[in-house]
């Protein structure tokens, strides 16, 4: 085993052989960089001090995380193949997961406390767990989040800089809220930098700030913004400032149910609305 104290710490290159490197174990705040796919350790176990600013950093190539209880979980690196490569990383009592510039895919099932990056390349995240903390980022390049059995996270979840982010909430279960902020709302899975959100049918839409134009163009199904949007029952606008309209035809009836509030339907069929909207 290993145990360093000092500045941040880097492994690249051939490290050994199997009996070279077992654990590596920190004793104050720092981040923990593994870059090359040619280490040939046995094994590798990073064990954090627990503090906020514990970082575990996978730069290159493809990388599977997966957690095992809060703080904790191991990573696994692909071949160009996808063929898994040896050694699996565990960590533990990290508390900030950082992806580095391949594609990424982060199996969430348990909170991770400070904050979860995917860096550069498409990523995917897999999130199910009740209830999540951190700060969570897409990074650069067009990422996927897939929303499971969440019932509460606590914090903004940023697309980040690609320009095909998506947000997919197909998989929970029950009503539930889809809020664009730069600021957490309770009860909502709030975001900013996403490009599309997919909802279950009984997801409401609602964007906090701008003068936004809401095109619905099909069942539970419009555009607003630069953002696609499928799978809403309902969307909830700016009062002072946004507008609406159909891309569907003349074939529609306009309800209004109350002040600034209604429904649109097919003429066809009025008793099974397109969405409903207020503000």
Same mark, same amino acid.
């Given at each position: 085993?290993?145990?360093?104290?000092?500045?941040?710490?880097?492994?690249?290159?051939?490290?050994?052989?199997?009996?070279?490197?077992?654990?590596?174990?920190?004793?104050?705040?720092?981040?923990?960089?593994?870059?090359?796919?040619?280490?040939?350790?046995?094994?590798?176990?990073?064990?954090?001090?627990?503090?906020?600013?514990?970082?575990?950093?996978?730069?290159?190539?493809?990388?599977?995380?997966?957690?095992?209880?809060?703080?904790?979980?191991?990573?696994?690196?692909?071949?160009?193949?996808?063929?898994?490569?040896?050694?699996?990383? !565990?960590? =533990?009592?990290?508390?900030?997961?950082? #992806? &580095?510039? *391949?594609?990424? %895919? @982060?199996? +969430?099932?348990?909170?991770? /406390?400070?904050?979860?990056?995917?860096?550069?390349?498409?990523?995917?995240?897999?999130?199910? !767990?009740? =209830?999540?903390?951190?700060?969570?980022? #897409? &990074?650069? *390049?067009?990422? %996927? @989040?897939? +929303?499971?059995?969440?019932? /509460?996270?606590?914090?903004?979840?940023?697309?980040?800089?690609?320009?095909?982010?998506?947000?997919?909430?197909?998989?929970?279960?029950?009503?539930?809220?889809?809020?664009?902020?730069? %600021?957490?709302?309770?009860?909502?899975?709030?975001?900013?930098?996403?490009?599309?959100?997919?909802?279950?049918?009984?997801?409401?839409?609602?964007?906090?700030?701008?003068?936004?134009?809401?095109?619905?163009?099909?069942?539970?199904?419009?555009?607003?913004?630069?953002?696609?949007?499928?799978?809403?029952?309902?969307?909830?606008?700016?009062?002072?400032?946004?507008?609406?309209?159909?891309?569907?035809?003349?074939?529609?009836?306009?309800?209004?149910?109350?002040?600034?509030?209604?429904?649109?339907?097919?003429?066809?069929?009025?008793?099974?609305?397109?969405?409903?909207?207020?503000?």
């Amino acid at each position: 085993d290993l145990t360093l104290v000092g500045g941040d710490i880097s492994l690249n290159g051939n490290i050994g052989d199997a009996s070279a490197l077992a654990a590596i174990q920190i004793n104050s705040s720092r981040q923990v960089s593994i870059g090359s796919t040619e280490i040939k350790a046995g094994s590798i176990n990073i064990i954090g001090s627990n503090t906020e600013n514990d970082a575990l950093l996978i730069r290159n190539g493809k990388n599977v995380w997966n957690t095992s209880e809060a703080n904790s979980g191991d990573v696994q690196k692909l071949g160009s193949d996808d063929t898994p490569l040896s050694p699996v990383i !565990t960590f =533990s009592r990290i508390h900030n997961l950082l #992806g &580095g510039n *391949g594609a990424g %895919t @982060f199996n +969430i099932s348990h909170n991770i /406390s400070s904050s979860i990056n995917g860096g550069g390349g498409a990523d995917t995240f897999n999130i199910n !767990t009740e =209830s999540l903390g951190p700060a969570i980022s #897409g &990074g650069e *390049g067009n990422d %996927t @989040f897939l +929303i499971k059995g969440v019932t /509460s996270i606590t914090n903004v979840i940023d697309g980040g800089g690609g320009t095909e982010d998506k947000f997919d909430v197909t998989e929970v279960t029950g009503a539930n809220v889809v809020t664009f902020s730069d %600021t957490y709302k309770p009860g909502s899975f709030v975001l900013q930098n996403f490009e599309a959100v997919h909802g279950n049918n009984s997801t409401t839409l609602e964007l906090t700030s701008g003068n936004n134009t809401w095109d619905i163009k099909g069942k539970n199904a419009g555009e607003v913004s630069v953002i696609e949007f499928e799978g809403i029952s309902k969307i909830v606008g700016d009062a002072q400032s946004d507008s609406l309209k159909t891309s569907i035809g003349s074939d529609v009836i306009w309800s209004i149910k109350g002040e600034n509030a209604g429904v649109i339907a097919p003429t066809s069929d009025s008793e099974s609305p397109l969405i409903s909207f207020s503000n």
